[in-house]
């Protein structure tokens, strides 16, 4: 069965950094989206994607969050200067007509 | 806006014996819901929705879902536990995004199951 594949699965970062997190969408799906998870929180809604733009972000989702999809198959979420409360879980996931599928998530350590 | 609690930070059960993980919504119009598992260190798997239809909703792993609209919950239920579905359950309900389709889930706070020998 096809995934949606999330890199790396864990990076460690200095606080004021940027980072990229790398998800690559089952190949058919037209929906894109990341989502996130504090330690032992819930799973909140980041930023939904289709057809090359943001259709819909949350009150997270401020200035110093971006979402590409750079190519054909690549999905990426990018903090550019990371703060500690960045540290988290981070889930893609794809749909198409069909429930949401999620990857495996990177966790996200900001120091 | 829509929501969903789940009243139980954590369900412990003997294996063999049934289970309950419980779910309540709050939406306007008719309900999307659905059920999602999270095993360690690992991503969310569906297990089953409810759209429309019976309210008696069958998925993976032997897990099935009741509706009720009158006590606003979606109940995940398995007639027999086994060790292997400890891990953390999450109810979510999704809100349609206006813009460009698609959909967006909002998930509860989760339930950790426990199934002891």
């Known amino acids: 069965e096809p995934e949606v594949t999330q890199t790396p699965s864990h990076q460690v970062t200095q606080m004021g950094q940027e980072v990229i997190l790398r998800c690559v969408p089952i190949?058919?799906?037209?929906?894109f989206y990341w989502y996130r998870q504090i330690l032992g929180q819930k799973v909140e809604f980041l930023v939904s994607?289709?057809?090359?733009?943001?259709?819909?972000k949350s009150e997270i989702f401020d200035d110093q969050f971006s979402v590409e999809r750079p190519d054909g198959s690549n999905f990426t979420l990018k903090i550019r200067s990371t703060k500690l409360e960045d540290s988290a879980m981070y889930f893609c996931?794809?749909?198409?007509?069909?429930?949401?599928?999620f990857g495996n998530g990177t966790r996200l350590t900001v120091t | 806006a829509q929501s969903v609690a789940q009243p139980e930070d954590q369900v412990n059960v003997a294996e063999g014996n049934p289970l309950t993980v419980k779910c309540t919504y709050s939406?306007?119009?008719?309900?999307?819901l659905f059920w999602y598992v999270q095993y360690p260190n690992r991503g969310l798997q569906f297990l089953l929705k409810?759209?429309?239809?019976?309210?008696l909703v069958k998925g993976s792993y032997g897990f099935e879902a009741e509706f009720n609209k009158s006590q606003t919950s979606f109940h995940l239920k398995k007639p027999s536990a086994l060790v292997s579905d400890s891990a953390l359950y999450f109810c979510?309900?999704?809100?349609?995004?206006?813009?460009?389709?698609?959909?967006?889930?909002?998930f509860g706070t989760g339930t950790q199951l426990k199934v002891e020998l």
């Open positions: 996931a794809s749909n198409g007509n069909s429930p949401l599928h």
């Open positions: 190949s058919n799906h037209l929906y």
């Open positions: 994607f289709y057809n090359n733009e943001i259709s819909e």
């Open positions: 939406v306007s119009g008719n309900p999307y």
């Open positions: 409810y759209i429309t239809g019976d309210n």
């Open positions: 979510a309900v999704r809100d349609f995004i206006l813009t460009g389709g698609g959909n967006k889930l909002t």
